[in-house]
């Protein structure tokens, strides 16, 4: 039954990620505001802005963007960190995302340099730019095909445009039944269809002729972000209601009943997510490309 739930996660990944944010996106805002990525923290006293400010430096810096740089963020959500480099890089930034509910708190963030739109990471070689900076955060997991992913960023940036990715990934040489255990539930109730290896990535990425110029493991950086999700989950779940979940959905798709499954189920989620990372089964891993 779970195997099946994951393969629909894949074979439907326009409308699953469609559904999954019009019913999460406001409950999500409410404990990570704009960034639905983690932070990293350099040491156990940083506070959470510093550390969103510094990981974001972190993360413009490696992409050496210019101030006539054409720079894109793909799963840009709500907008947040496209926003940052805008305001920060003076490079024109476009952001776009799979949901309209994401892309309705993007368009909040107003710029002459900024731009967002609706548009599949499946199908980035479509469209008619292509650009000097890619950035991908906290949403590889949901793509249907990794390989054909990181083959058509590829083909969207230009000779020297760095990609920046930030991926979710699952532990290489993981048996079956530790993947059945932690990963699967994680992934059913996420609507994730495959978690990739850095292994994975790394040979997605010669494939594509990216080279890579730096890959790090930030799971011990960013160990204070899934305990937080925990804890709020659990505290969440103290004042939950069906109401409260029903004020959360966006009225822009009619999700009926699926909605507030599809919020409740964040509960198991953070639950399975503290677990995926406790047990070092989930990595969270920065690796940076730059085009031959
Ligand atoms: C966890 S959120 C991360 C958002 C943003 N990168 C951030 O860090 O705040 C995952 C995002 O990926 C988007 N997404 C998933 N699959 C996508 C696809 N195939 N094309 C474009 N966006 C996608 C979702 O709609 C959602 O906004």
């Known amino acids: 039954m779970m195997k099946d739930e994951i393969a629909w996660f894949r074979d439907h990944h326009v409308e699953n990620m469609e559904r999954m944010f019009a019913a999460v996106s406001d409950l999500y805002a409410e404990y990570w505001n704009d960034f639905f990525h983690f932070a ?3 040491d156990d006293l940083e ?20 101030e006539r740089s054409k720079v894109v963020e793909l799963a840009c959500g709500r907008g947040g ?3 940052f480099v805008a305001a920060n890089s003076g490079a024109e930034v476009l952001g776009i995302d799979i949901s309209r509910s994401q892309l309705s708190h993007a368009q909040r963030h107003k710029r002459p340099n900024l731009r967002f739109l609706h548009h599949d990471i ?12 890619v950035i991908l955060m906290d949403a590889d997991c949901y793509l249907p095909d990794k390989r054909a992913a990181v083959d058509r960023i590829a083909r969207a940036m230009k000779p020297g445009a760095r990609f920046l990715l930030i991926a979710w990934c699952k532990r290489e040489g993981l048996n079956g039944l530790q993947e059945e255990l932690v990963l699967h539930p994680f992934m059913r109730y996420w609507g994730i269809p495959s978690l990739e290896t850095p292994a994975g990535y790394r040979q997605h990425f010669h494939t594509a002729g990216l080279r ?9 950086k960013t160990r204070r972000n899934w305990d937080f999700g925990y804890e709020r989950a659990i505290a969440g779940i103290r004042d939950f209601s069906v109401a409260k979940a029903a004020r959360l959905l966006w009225k822009g798709l009619p999700l009926g009943r699926d909605g507030i499954r599809l919020i409740k189920e964040q509960f198991p989620a953070a639950l399975y997510i503290k677990a995926g990372f406790d047990t070092g089964f989930l990595r969270y891993t920065y690796l940076l490309g730059e085009k031959d």
Do not use: C, S
């Open 81 to 83: 960190f496209a926003d």
């Open 40 to 42: 990293i923290f350099e």
């Open 212 to 220: 890579l110029i730096e890959e790090a493991d930030l799971n011990h």
């Open 122 to 133: 499946m199908r980035v070689d479509e469209l008619e730019e292509r650009f000097d900076a």
């Open 47 to 66: 506070d959470w802005d510093t550390a969103f400010e510094q990981t974001h430096r972190r993360y413009l810096d490696a992409l050496q963007i210019g």
